[in-house]
């Protein structure tokens, strides 16, 4: 079984290292197992890791795509 860093599962998924990152911060992916060496924690990412992780990316997409959709379809009131 091949083990990944987090740049790597993260370019396998087409994201910056950073975004992923800030995605398992922010609660939106759960985190891989990790590895704490002194004060270093690294996430090791397996094959399945990336998988789940790349069917959530859509759902995530979708809901700042939502947001945006019903922003823009608002009708904008005029002034009397």
């Known amino acids: ?7 790597q599962a993260a370019n396998k998924l087409g994201l910056g290292h950073s975004t992923l990152a800030r995605y398992i ?28 992780v790349r069917k959530l990316l859509p759902k995530i997409a979708n809901g700042r795509k939502t947001r945006y959709q019903k922003q823009k379809g608002r009708k904008k009131r005029s002034k009397p």
Do not use: F, L
């Not at 079984?1 to 740049?7: A, D, I, L, Q």
């Not at 891989?32 to 002194?38: I, L, M």
């Open 25 to 52: 911060e922010s609660g939106k992916i759960a985190a891989p197992d990790s590895v704490v060496t002194g004060t270093t924690t690294t996430h090791i990412w397996t094959h399945a890791d990336i998988e789940r």
């Open 1 to 7: 079984m091949t083990n990944y860093s987090t740049r």
